[in-house]
């Protein structure tokens, strides 16, 4: 996929399976919304426009983050990223069906979710910027904590 200036990764919550006459479309649920705001939106979660490459590099890109892999941009934002995780830790729980007994390590869901969110990490040449839904909860307190010691290169707004 060609570079362009902006990307996207979102969570597949964010993406509607209807339009507003109740057809089957997937389509990010705010993209009229970043319309108004003018930003040009190549949305790759919508089946008919991932057959094609964005090709106006006006547009921004946006990705599932379970489809990010090949997204590149010189800067790439990661809305939501918390709810992935916590995504990914319930994906883990159906997968492999973790035992109840004292057997069971739950640092293992909390790895395995951990390191699928280091692909959409990666994607940015430049600018990397990360959204969370919930601030205060526990990956977000991780990511605080990475923040707070790469200040010279990480900034932390809440």
Known sequence: ?????????????????????????????????WGQWGIKLWDGTSKDIRTEYP??????????????RGLEGWVVACLWLDEFVAYKQRDFDKKHKPPTDELFDPETRESFAYRWSMIPMTRAVDTLVITLRNSRG?????????????????????
């Open 55 to 68: 090709r106006d590099l006006q547009q921004h890109r946006l990705v599932q983050f379970d489809s990010c």
């Open 138 to 158: 526990r990956y977000a307190e991780i990511l605080r904590k990475v923040a707070m010691k790469c200040k010279d290169f990480v900034e932390w707004i809440d």
């Open 1 to 33: 996929m060609r570079m362009g200036r902006t990307g996207y990764c979102t969570n597949f919550a964010k993406v509607s399976e209807k339009d507003e006459d109740k057809r089957e479309a997937r389509r990010f649920m705010l993209t009229d919304e």
